[in-house]
């Protein structure tokens, strides 16, 4: 079941949001008024969230608030990786929770992606799934863990500059509790301990070849709450209905927070999944779209 709409993903992040084209956020907060506006009208219980920030960044949320997009909201949401990107410790993360708070008010905040990449050593991983947990269960409504598989080696990750990025680049291949080829890291054999408090993050690809394994393993996990994703530019492939059905179908055993995010490139102000659209008002359109599909 969805139990929570989340509109876009690290907007405050160049390779999901072009902020050269949309140097203020004004086009994106427009974007996303019109949206919450329309599933708010759509459906008046379902939980809105704000697309998970990456960098935490305070300015970027008043920034938010001056536009009137957090008022929309039902929650808002801060993705952290302290261990991999990030210029602030792991043992920070309770103030990096504080400097939101101190901005949305009583909104609940949550952490839509928090991990530890296996790059450097799977100990590393083991070790920061421990401390993460320590510091976050209880602190928040939702943490969604990224994530449950490795993106396999022959598919891009979603950066603006990819290799040129350096190792950067490369910890994208190695967040999963499971490796590409579905064996599991010593993280993996705790990650029940932490669970149900404890939700995961599994961005499915197009006809994702691991939909169905991910159900029964998640399920032996003891997951309750998941967020994933339903891309607008996939919209726009062929039989595209008939894959978000099955994916959708196969994810209602978990509550499930949708995100819905990427502009088809045809419909964008440049020809990326990045850009601002040419109409803000097409994205709010498939919101409901797929609200009205998937959610009861």
């Not at 809105?48 to 949320?61: A, C, E, H, K, R």
């Not at 359109?285 to 797929?290: D, L, N």
Request: a negative charge; hydrophobic letters at 40%; glycine letters at 6%.
């Amino acid at each position: 079941m969805i139990e929570a709409v989340m509109l876009w993903n690290e907007p405050n992040n160049k390779s999901h949001w072009d902020f050269e084209i949309d140097r203020d956020w004004r086009l994106f907060a427009e974007m996303v008024n019109l949206a919450a506006d329309a599933l708010h009208a759509e459906h008046p219980n379902l939980v809105i969230v704000l697309g998970g920030i990456s960098p935490i960044d305070p300015l970027f949320m008043e920034r938010m608030k001056a536009y009137d997009v957090i008022r929309r909201m039902d929650a808002v949401a801060v993705h952290g990786f302290p261990l991999d990107w990030n210029h602030w410790q792991i043992h920070e993360w309770p103030d990096k929770l504080n400097e939101i708070r101190g901005v949305v008010d009583d909104k609940p905040i949550w952490i839509s992606e928090v991990g530890v990449s296996s790059f450097g050593a799977e100990e590393v991983q083991e070790f920061g799934l421990k401390r993460s947990a320590e510091l976050l269960l209880g602190q928040t409504p939702r943490i969604h863990w990224y994530s449950l598989y490795d993106l396999p080696r022959a598919w891009p990750a979603t950066t603006r500059h990819r290799e040129a990025e350096g190792s950067a680049y490369y910890r994208h291949f190695y967040m999963g509790l499971l490796r590409e080829d579905g064996t599991p890291k010593p993280a993996f054999r705790h990650f029940y301990e932490y669970t149900p408090d404890m939700g995961l993050c599994q961005w499915f690809h197009f006809e994702d070849h691991r939909l169905d394994d991910a159900v029964r393993i998640m399920k032996d996990l003891g997951v309750t709450y998941l967020r994933t994703g339903l891309s607008w530019a996939d919209r726009f492939r062929p039989n595209a209905l008939d894959w978000f059905d099955r994916q959708m179908r196969a994810l209602e055993p978990f509550r499930v927070t949708v995100t819905y995010c990427f502009t088809p490139e045809h419909r964008g102000i440049n020809p990326h999944h990045t850009s601002p659209p040419q109409r803000v008002e097409e994205f709010a359109e498939f919101c409901v779209e797929m609200t009205r599909r998937y959610a009861r």
